[in-house]
T-cell receptor
């Protein structure tokens, strides 16, 4: 069965500090993984997808199939990074590519 | 492009009332889905659709109905509202293709309170 685990409900860091939001998954096939971000009371927005291997707003995430992880990292956190972050695993075409979300990590960056 | 549009943004219902949450997308996406967001629970899938006329249940379908008569619209119906359905509801759509470009686009959400 598909499962996404985000072990931290809340992560608080100081501005300029490195940040790592953890995500582990279980999936029997080739996973397609995403990080979505939700700023206060706004809609979810795509932050990163593993297949594009890009860096958005200074964030990167590498898929580690051996450890079944897709951790989100940023070397220097900014106050505007404070938001809710969700790791998500894409379903199959038969399931409408519906996403299986982790429970989310609330990131708070303090000055 | 408007993207994914949900109405209403806010709603208060009394226990036992019914209502429909509207969702429309203008991106010609085949795939649409409904999620509910609850504190500490993340987003959980209610129902999804792989195309017009085809819907199926997700993780938490009880108390909700959907239909997909057109590609653009995917309304969610609450049959008899209960306080446990107090939540924020998000509709999403995605293209999905052979390049595994399955990014989901979300509506702005409907905040529902059942009293």
């Amino acid at each position: 069965a598909q499962r996404v685990t985000q072990p931290e409900k809340l992560l608080s860091v100081f501005k300029g500090a490195p940040v790592e939001l953890k995500c582990n998954y279980s999936y029997s096939g080739s996973p397609e993984l995403f990080w979505y971000v939700q700023y206060s009371r706004q809609r979810l927005q795509l932050l990163l997808r593993h297949i594009s291997r890009e860096s958005i707003k200074g964030f990167t995430a590498d898929l580690n199939k051996g450890e079944t992880s897709f951790h989100l990292k940023k070397p220097f956190a900014q106050e505007e990074d404070s938001a809710m972050y969700y790791c998500a695993l894409s379903g199959t075409p038969n399931s409408g590519y519906a996403l299986n979300f982790g429970k989310g990590t609330s990131l708070l960056v303090t000055p | 492009n408007a993207g994914v549009t949900q109405t209403p943004k806010f709603q208060v219902l009394k226990t036992g009332q019914s209502m429909t949450l509207q969702c429309a997308q203008d991106m010609n996406h085949e795939y649409m889905s409904w999620y509910r967001q609850d504190p500490g629970m993340g987003l959980r899938l209610i129902h999804y659709s792989v195309g017009a006329g085809i819907t199926d249940q997700g993780e938490v379908p009880n108390g909700y109905n959907v239909s997909r008569s057109t590609t653009e619209d995917f309304p969610l119906r609450l049959l008899s509202a209960a306080p446990s359905q107090t939540s924020v509801y998000f509709c999403a759509s995605s293209r999905g293709n052979s390049n595994m470009n399955t990014e989901a686009f979300f509506g702005q959400g409907t905040r529902l309170t059942v009293v």
